[in-house]
């Protein structure tokens, strides 16, 4: 029932952009993203309830695909300050839980 | 007017022992949860009150036990600490359950030696 992500890591110059997998096998309730920076808690980015749905703020966005399956996250542009792990967390219909993903590393280099 | 409190930050402790962590919330959320994040940083789901109700229990060792005594509080209480339970220990809240974004505590790094 875990949601796998992918990639497991990804390195990135200033600038450059980035997106983020987030894969289902059934379909999903809903979405969350959350950024978690070294030594700190995870912070809440976005969620996603229906499908096909597409949300964002500043350069960093989200969607959420038709059949409720997957989501991508998309990092535009990105800056020093997107650095740390990435992770979903998703709702599967009836459950009561929010599962997350095993993380995705993002490196962002001057 | 931290939004969501937990006590204390770090735990270093010996097997066997018996430790608590606290956890408050200040936002007015109705759902608390406590989850485990690994040395794998997996992070994983360990309990989940809607006011003062338990409403999910994972598949954690009966030595752990929540209680939350108002909608505002959750603790975590681990009996006969062993080896394998460093970790840390994350609190996190949420209005209307799963609809919303979690608001995370910082953290307990318990560390068991």
């Known amino acids: 029932q875990q949601p796998v992500q992918s990639p497991q890591a990804v390195i990135l110059r200033e600038g450059e952009d980035a997106v983020i997998n987030c894969s289902s096998s059934?379909?999903?309730?809903?979405v969350h993203w959350y950024r978690q920076k070294h030594g700190e808690a995870p912070v809440f980015l976005m969620i996603?309830?229906?499908?096909?749905e597409q949300k964002g703020h500043d350069k960093i966005s989200a969607s959420f695909n038709e059949k409720k399956q997957q989501s991508s996250l998309y990092l535009t542009a990105s800056q020093l300050s997107y650095s740390g792990t990435y992770f979903c967390?998703?709702?599967?219909?009836?459950?009561?839980?929010?599962?997350f993903g095993q993380g995705t590393r993002l490196t962002i280099n001057p | 007017d931290t939004a969501v409190s937990q006590t204390p930050k770090y735990l270093v402790t010996q097997m066997g022992n018996d430790k608590s962590i606290k956890c408050e919330q200040n936002?007015?959320?109705?759902?608390m949860y406590w989850y485990k994040q690994d040395s794998k940083k997996f992070l994983k789901i360990m309990f989940s009150?809607?006011?003062?109700?338990?409403?999910i229990n994972e598949t954690v060792p009966n030595r752990f036990s929540p209680k939350s005594p108002d909608k505002a509080h959750l603790n975590l209480h681990i009996n006969s600490l062993e080896l394998g339970d460093s970790a840390v220990y994350f609190c996190?809240?949420?209005?209307?359950?799963?609809?919303?974004?979690?608001?995370f505590g910082s953290g307990t790094r318990l560390t068991v030696v």
């Open positions: 996190a809240s949420s209005q209307a359950g799963l609809m919303t974004g979690y608001t």
């Open positions: 059934k379909a999903l309730y809903s």
């Open positions: 996603l309830l229906k499908g096909g």
């Open positions: 967390g998703t709702v599967m219909g009836g459950a009561q839980k929010l599962v």
């Open positions: 936002l007015g959320h109705d759902t």
């Open positions: 009150y809607n006011n003062k109700e338990l409403i």
